[in-house]
């Protein structure tokens, strides 16, 4: 069936096509091409209609939601709202908890003059150390007030969702606050945290990482510990930023599931993006990749979801999450940034035709799962 949004797409196509010169081979711009037709026909969705947002908010009343991946007012930069403006959407928009992730190599990033996130330099000794448990105490300071929740084992979920009160599960995006000490994972999980993302920007003492050339073949003997400690003590191993090898390699290693908590599939070109085979190693493993709203291969809301999609059939629903990255992507290339509105992806999903069940894995109920699996 045609669709009038294809027309300005096709118009493109024929434009590439008909230029005398192109910098590509054959094969490559019929790959392109393939690529964008892909895009612009899943963007090409109903749209929610007053039935599908009334279903999607009973849904939510009876679902646990989870952001896999947020940094909801914690890096100023890029904050949308405050973090108590936050934690007031989370529960007008009935999220039952999210992952506050501080940045484990923050204090060592900058932007490259062509927009590329990267470590500047080598950290002070126990520079990131304190950075990490910095970042994390006014969400202590919530969770001492009574705004938060804090969840340490699974059963906080319900009690948090019982009591009205949206929760946060403490993470810190890099291994790299640890310093190369594996008892720190050990003093980490004592003081709360329960998920660690191996690496992030910095190609650290963990492992190889995907914007930077690799030194490590994945992941160093070290970053294999940290995983085996993670799995005896019952805290969530993310991949996220990781390498192929890199993944491969902590799948190999965890006895448990591991989550990929923010990416998305398919988008040529783009570094934080991850094939299918990539995404496939954590979801044959039992675990959940996150997909996080980005512009690239897909803008606008509309884009956001043609991602869920696309991961959807990339790994199966049952392995499929949400992970906003809240206020961890820049305002123009972040496509979803107000938990208010999360019901509008419930129902947006509807409108696709994924069932009320589908939907309510992919808003909570597969992360729910392997937190079940790795908490203890």
Known sequence: MWCGCLEPVVEGVARALSRPTIALDRRQALKGIAATLS????????????????????LLDDTVS???????????????ATMDGHIERLAKGRVR????????????????????IYAQREPQPGELYQSAYAQLQPVRSRVASGKLALVERVADLERARNEARPAAILAVEGGDFLEGRLDRVQEAYAR???????VHYRVN??????TEPPRHRGLTPFGRDVIREMNRLGMLVDVAHATFDGVKAAVETSSKPVVLSHTVVGVPGFARAVSRDHARLVAEAGGVVGVFPVTFGGPGFDGYIDHLSRMADAVGIDHVA???????????VATFDDYSEWPSIAAALLARGYGRADVAKVLGGNVVRVLGATLT
Not at 39 to 58: D, I, L, Q, Y
Not at 98 to 109: M, R, T
Request: net charge negative; charged share 15%; glycine share 12%.
């Open 39 to 58: 895009f612009a026909v899943t963007g090409c969705a109903p749209a929610a209609t007053s039935a599908h947002r009334e279903a999607a908010a009973r």
């Open 322 to 332: 949400v992970g906003t990255d809240m206020d961890g992507i820049p305002f123009q």
């Open 97 to 116: 908890a999210a992952l506050f992730s501080a940045v484990g190599d923050g204090p060592l990033l900058t932007l490259s003059p062509q927009g590329k």
């Open 66 to 80: 989870v952001d896999l991946h947020s940094h909801p007012g914690m890096v100023r930069v890029l904050a949308r």
């Open 205 to 210: 003492e963990l492992g190889d990482i995907q």
């Open 192 to 198: 709360g945290i329960r998920s660690i993302q191996l």
